[in-house]
């Protein structure tokens, strides 16, 4: 049985910075592709990073965000800086087999972690 946990969402100001956590059991996530992805209140799911051997990053999160792993702990990260209001979401991370942003690819899923950015 393969689970995912995300944790640390919060509330920030504009500027600001936070790093999700996303932890797994039941599977190796470096032999996997971890992905992070969003929905905000009224809009679909849309990919945010991904990371396998290498790592992907939606338009709106490079420069700012920067994911990586501690294969020790079966864990990965999303660092996340510059954070704008915009970036209010629930923030998910998923396993998949093969790098990719489609959220149709991805077979495991964390509970989400809310992420608030004031203005």
């Known amino acids: 049985q393969v689970q995912l946990v995300e944790s640390g969402g919060g509330f920030v100001q504009a500027g600001g910075s936070l790093r999700l956590s996303c932890a797994a059991s039941?599977?190796?996530?470096?032999?996997?592709?971890v992905g992070w992805f969003r929905q905000a209140p009224g809009k679909e799911r849309e990919f945010v990073a991904a990371?396998?051997?290498?790592?992907g990053y939606a338009n709106s999160a490079k420069g700012r965000f920067t994911i990586f792993r501690d294969n020790a702990k079966n864990t990965v990260y999303l660092q996340m800086n510059s954070l704008k209001p915009e970036d209010t979401a629930v923030y998910y991370c998923?396993?998949?087999?093969?790098?990719?942003?489609?959220?149709?690819?991805?077979?495991?899923w964390g509970q989400g972690t809310q992420v608030t950015v004031s203005s």
């Open positions: 039941g599977r190796t996530f470096n032999s996997y592709v």
């Open positions: 990371i396998r051997w290498s790592t």
């Open positions: 998923a396993s998949a087999r093969e790098m990719s942003s489609y959220s149709g690819s991805y077979d495991y």
